[in-house]
């Protein structure tokens, strides 16, 4: 079953542009994680959000949570045409052996 | 870093046919996890092993099988190929503890004729 599903499906923007994409999700969750898939490559961990935190950052990266509205977002700054990919959440439960529900992604195309 | 390979980038079979997709990882992670991508669908999660000989169920088991002898290799295997299994196969990989993330393989895109 697919628990997050990402909004919008797909995003066009020039380089030098703010990214920005939600993620909304169903059940209560242990933590929330974006993934980056390049086209026909494999996913690629971003960044980890922990249930009890608000906020996280890492680089160009910035991703929110708001477990009352369970909603995520992930907001790429100063976009480059390298951030092309699909961007992908998913939430991980508790005492769930670590396994994932993915939701089906956001294409973002980053035109120079 | 954390390397996961598997067997092929490419594969065609013909429906019927048994087809046995390989995984392996060089973390001694103990977790392993076989999904499939399809267009507008996101990962959806076949089987996966919280350890060497254990598997479980995920999502969308029916059709498939793995096999899990060594804590390095996750293989998945397809009893019998239909049309409705052409996909993309990914294999990942994490070790055991809360938070954790998930490393993948490059990907199997598989056709079936």
């Known amino acids: 079953s697919q628990q997050g599903e990402e909004d919008p499906q797909a995003l066009s923007i020039q380089e030098g542009e703010n990214a920005t994409m939600n993620c909304s999700y169903k059940?209560?969750?242990?933590?929330l994680q974006w993934y980056r898939q390049n086209s026909g490559r494999g996913l690629v961990h971003l960044i980890l959000?922990?249930?009890?935190?608000r906020e996280k950052h890492s680089g160009r990266l910035r991703v929110t949570l708001d477990t009352s509205k369970k909603s995520s977002s992930l907001l790429i700054t100063a976009s480059r045409a390298a951030d092309t990919a699909s961007y992908f959440c998913a939430t991980a439960a508790f005492d769930s052996w670590g396994k994932l529900q993915f939701g089906a992604g956001t294409q973002v195309v980053v035109t120079p | 870093d954390v390397k996961v390979t598997q067997s092929s980038r490419y594969l065609v079979k013909r429906t019927g046919e048994k087809v046995f997709l390989e995984c392996v990882q060089d973390m001694d992670h103990e977790n392993m996890f076989w999904y499939r991508q399809d267009p507008g669908l996101g990962l959806r999660l076949i089987y996966f092993?919280?350890?060497?000989?254990?598997?479980e169920k995920g999502d969308i088991p029916e059709g498939y099988s793995v096999s899990r002898e060594k804590k390095e290799r996750f293989s998945l295997i397809l009893e019998s190929a239909s049309t409705n299994q052409t996909s993309m196969y990914l294999c990942?990989?994490?070790?055991?503890?809360?938070?954790?993330?998930?490393?993948f393989g490059p990907g199997t895109r598989l056709l079936v004729l």
């Open positions: 092993s919280y350890d060497v000989k254990m598997k």
């Open positions: 990942a990989s994490r070790t055991q503890g809360a938070g954790e993330t998930q490393y």
């Open positions: 959000i922990r249930s009890n935190e």
């Open positions: 059940t209560s969750i242990n933590n």
